[in-house]
């Protein structure tokens, strides 16, 4: 069982849904929480990242980290086409043990 | 970018040759790291290094080395390229408990 699950999708939804990404982790460790989002061709560019349950927002992306139950999510609002790309969840207990999912593929639909 | 730079952008290598690729980073950060991203796989780590001349192995290490002689570049050198490593080569950065910065990666192709 991988340490990190995440749903590959792909998801497509409308434009102006509420979109939720989710991982599961099953290595209590984890501290720090991010979500990544990958474009074709380019670099993971960091979008959320959080060290504590609860909730952080940022305009539309919302980062819920719930250790009990190990699972965390990522909420984007109001969708938009330029959403359209690869998120990635990633987690870690110390720098040298940086754990990522497998990416979920996300289209938005005009 | 944050600041990170990697070269060559792309290239195209025989069965059997040295490639080194080249991070090169401007935000003075202690962290420096080679992943590979191939389809089904997402992202493993293959070398790290946690400061000048520090490395470690990562979970897909072997065929791959590293050396860091500043701390603003980190190389990963496969010492005789395979048809299995094509991929593409992200390199990415972070210091004391902050999240990863990627450059845009090395699309490299073994034929």
């Known amino acids: 069982q991988k340490e990190v699950e995440q749903d590959p999708g792909p998801l497509s939804v409308p434009e102006g849904a509420i979109v939720s990404l989710n991982c599961t982790y099953s290595?209590?460790?984890?501290?720090?929480f991010m979500w990544y989002r990958q474009y074709s061709r380019k670099g993971p560019e960091l979008l959320m990242y959080?060290?504590?349950?609860g909730n952080k927002e940022d305009g539309r992306f919302t980062a819920q980290v719930d250790k009990s139950s190990k699972y965390i999510s990522l909420f984007i609002r109001d969708s938009q086409p330029s959403d359209s790309a690869t998120y990635l969840c990633a987690m870690y207990s110390s720098a040298s043990k940086i754990i990522f999912g497998s990416g979920t593929r996300l289209s938005i639909r005009p | 970018d944050a600041g990170i730079t990697q070269s060559p952008r792309h290239k195209v290598t025989e069965t059997g040759t040295p490639v080194t690729l080249r991070c090169h980073q401007t935000e003075n950060h202690r962290y420096m790291y080679w992943y590979r991203q191939d389809p089904g796989h997402g992202l493993r780590l293959i070398h790290y290094s946690y400061g000048v001349k520090d490395t470690d192995k990562g979970e897909v290490s072997d065929g791959y080395s590293v050396s860091r002689s500043k701390t603003e570049d980190f190389l990963l050198t496969l010492e005789s390229a395979t048809s299995s490593q094509t991929s593409v080569y992200f390199c990415?950065?972070?210091?004391?408990?902050?999240?990863?910065?990627f450059g845009n990666g090395t699309r490299l192709t073994v034929t």
């Open positions: 990415a950065i972070s210091d004391n408990n902050s999240p990863l910065h």
């Open positions: 959080t060290y504590s349950s």
């Open positions: 290595n209590s460790a984890f501290q720090y």
